[in-house]
T-cell receptor, first 112, second 113 residues
């Protein structure tokens, strides 16, 4: 079936605007993760959803960042009042029952 | 929480030589250790993984070893080829209950033809 789908693939926004990034996980995967990857850097954990449990938000860098997962499937990462330092690739991954994470292609966010 | 350290951060090898990347972890509850390869501009993809009930796993030119006592695991690539050039990430997680995955910082491998 289809893999993890993220949209948009690229987003250019002005400083101070809000943005929404979307992730469609693989059907049947109950766990979903958001990561941020700055140019040439590693994978920075942001937030983790597991089934109906309360999400682990410990990686969110500030209260401008929030995420939700509706119906246990699609997830949206929202960044309010974007700053230039928010520019990065935002990766979503869903995890199979065998614990393998499958990544989406990411959303490249550029804040001007 | 879990802390994963990875080294080296960059590694250059001649084509045909072997490459070794090492990781250590801190949480003794971690029992699943995947390795991801990320080519330039692409998404990370799983290349091999190991669970705590085995000490070594091999898949063609790549192998992973795990030492649970010392809390370290390593990726070995033999007979390297230019297409092995990429960033490699190690990770650690548990497979029960709370399953946050902690990644190492990554190793940029360059295979010189």
């Amino acid at each position: 079936g289809a893999g993890v789908s993220q949209s948009p693939s690229n987003k250019v926004t002005e400083k101070g605007k809000d943005v929404e990034l979307r992730c469609d996980p693989i059907s049947g995967h109950t766990a979903l993760y958001w990561y941020r990857q700055s140019l040439g850097q590693g994978l920075e954990f942001l937030i983790y959803f597991q089934g109906n449990s309360a999400p682990d938000k410990s990686g969110l860098p500030s209260d401008r960042f929030s995420a939700e997962r509706t119906g246990g499937s699609v997830s949206t990462l929202t960044i309010q009042r974007t700053q230039q330092e928010d520019s990065a690739v935002y990766l979503c991954a869903s995890r199979s029952p065998k614990n393998i994470q499958y990544f989406g292609a990411g959303t490249r966010l550029s804040v001007l | 929480g879990e802390n994963v350290e990875q080294h080296p951060s960059t590694l250059s090898v001649q084509e045909g030589d072997s490459a070794v990347i090492k990781c250590t972890y801190s949480d003794s509850a971690s029992n699943y250790f995947p390795w991801y390869k990320q080519e330039l501009g692409k998404r990370p993809q799983l290349i091999i993984d190991i669970r705590s009930n085995v000490g070594e796993k091999k898949d063609q030119r790549i192998a992973v070893t795990l030492n649970k006592t010392a809390k370290h695991f390593s990726l070995h690539i033999t007979e390297t080829q230019p297409e092995d050039s990429a960033v490699y990430f190690c990770a650690a997680s548990s497979t029960g209950g709370y399953q946050k995955v902690t990644f190492g910082i990554g190793t940029k491998l360059q295979v010189i033809p």
